[in-house]
């Protein structure tokens, strides 16, 4: 905690001088979250925990009424999902602001180009195509003091429980503009993957690859592939193909062929600090975003590719709306928390 304060104190001349941070208003432990939403003088909160937490997280904050940036995805499992669209409700009613950390949705070359789709550019979009292949991220090797829980959440990304495997964590935003582009969510996926380079204990669980076929309405059939495995070749895009052309988009481009060529030719924004300004210009215009019902829905779109290739079955969005799966821990404490078996297809059940 100490360190972490001094870290932001450092960092104070950057922002005039405006970081006010006394040690009674810094917490630690599980229930640290409530205890900071809980001051009367907090007015936004910022979610940026592993995924696991968002739920609890963001349902405390609009509970109080406060305004949220929640990064994504917003969930790792389908209980999870439905507590955010009960909070985005929630936030609806109470005319709160949730901005998610799909920075896609607030870069210019993004906007310019989904303009243009949704003014029918390319026709009536028949497929599409998402990638985020790359090579491997960073890790956390255990030390001997770490317990179980201590080590996993340093090491949070291999642990479904807590990131929702790479495919949830981190395609998640190419996923999401599938969604934007044709305005629905995924009927069925049916998915596969696996653990063949990361099998090293130091990786949890998670699996290193997955590609999926998402059918969505009006037959239109989307191939959805992510990997993280150094040495491959890297690719990270959306491609949607219509009656009248075909369009590729990727940060910082938007490129249409066909009837109506064009290209994003800029100026382009940094997304990353567009999702901050569009927050809090719409507090302070009582102009209310709410994103966190699109972005469950890209939730539980990635999260229905996860179980399938876990499971080896086809899972359909209404499986996976009303599914039980849970992946909560037993317990939050600083104790014993053995990580669960690597899924097996055709073993693993599906929940």
């Known amino acids: 905690r100490a360190l972490a304060r001094q870290q932001l104190l450092d960092r104070s001349t950057e922002f005039g001088g405006r970081i006010d941070l006394e040690p009674q208003r810094c917490f630690v432990g599980f229930d640290a979250a409530e205890r900071l939403i809980a001051l009367p003088n907090v007015d936004v909160v910022l979610l940026a925990t592993p995924p696991h937490f968002r739920p609890m997280h963001l349902a405390a904050a609009v509970n109080a009424g406060k305004h949220v940036f929640m990064e994504k995805p917003v969930a790792v499992d389908p209980v999870g999902v439905r507590s955010v669209l009960n909070s985005a409700k929630i936030a609806d009613d109470k005319k709160l602001s949730i901005i998610t950390g799909t920075q896609r949705r607030h870069e210019n070359s993004y906007l310019e180009t989904m303009k243009r789709i949704s003014g029918g550019a390319i026709g009536r979009i028949v497929s599409a195509r998402c990638y985020w292949n790359q090579g491997g991220l960073w890790k956390v090797d255990r030390s001997p003091q770490m317990t179980d829980m201590e080590w996993q959440l340093r090491n949070w990304l291999y642990f479904t429980w807590l990131s929702g495997d790479h495919i949830l964590e981190q395609h998640i935003h190419n996923i999401d503009v599938i969604n934007w582009a044709l305005n629905a969510h995924p ?165």
């Open 187 to 351: 009927l069925s996926a049916s998915g596969m993957g696996g653990r063949q380079v990361r099998t090293d204990p130091s990786y949890g669980h998670v699996f290193d690859h997955f590609a999926v076929e998402y059918q969505y309405p009006n037959g239109v059939n989307v191939l959805s592939m992510c990997r993280q495995i150094d040495g491959c070749a890297s690719r990270v895009q959306e491609v949607l193909v219509g009656t009248e052309g075909q369009c590729v988009t990727a940060p910082g481009k938007g490129i249409i062929t066909g009837r109506n060529s064009w290209h994003f030719d800029g100026p382009n924004n940094n997304p990353y600090v567009q999702e901050h300004v569009d927050l809090f210009e719409s507090i302070q215009k009582s102009r209310p975003i709410n994103e966190a019902r699109a972005v469950a829905e890209s939730t539980l779109a990635a999260i229905m590719g996860r179980m399938s290739a876990y499971t080896g079955k086809t899972v359909t969005w209404e499986q996976a709306m009303n599914s039980t799966l849970d992946l909560s821990p037993p317990r939050y404490e600083f104790g014993t928390l053995p990580v669960a078996e690597v899924a097996v297809p055709g073993r693993t059940p599906l929940i």
